[in-house]
């Protein structure tokens, strides 16, 4: 009996864990972008996830890191970043490694692939890959 408790619970820690590598919460890290049909690398933009706030990295220089924040929400197959703060947006519009225009308060993404290493999002200007960092 004790060895079909100790078997059960397991199986359930195990399928729990399972399940928490298909969260989004932690840090990601771009490695392409995907924008008109021409892929480029990428490795100095990250999106971090946790509790619903969202902080994006942006390497500009050597030693130097940008970073807004915003929030997420997560809906089945998508995801929607948004941003409330007027000068966030505006430094977002204005900074190109982010990849936001001037029409751009939130975006919505289709999640294309999660799993405990890869995230591919995209919506109808750009698909972006990430891996876990």
């Known amino acids: 009996m004790n060895k079909l408790l100790i078997a059960l619970i397991l199986i359930f820690f195990i399928s729990c864990q399972k399940e928490y590598d298909l969260d989004l919460r932690g840090k990601w890290q771009v490695k392409y972008e995907n924008r008109s049909g021409i892929t ?23 030693s130097k890191i940008k970073v807004v924040y915003g929030t997420f929400t997560q809906m089945g197959d998508s995801i929607r970043l948004e ?9 977002l519009q204005t900074n190109p490694c982010f990849g936001w225009t001037q029409n751009d308060v939130s975006r919505t993404f289709k999640i294309e692939k999660l799993n405990s290493t890869t995230l591919h ?3 109808s200007r750009r698909e972006l890959i990430l891996e876990k960092f």
């Open 40 to 62: 480029y690398a990428v490795d100095t933009i990250f999106y971090n996830f946790d509790n619903n706030v969202l902080a994006i990295q942006a390497i500009v220089e050597t």
């Open 83 to 91: 941003f409330l703060d007027p000068d966030l947006i505006s430094y």
């Open 121 to 123: 999002i995209r919506d």
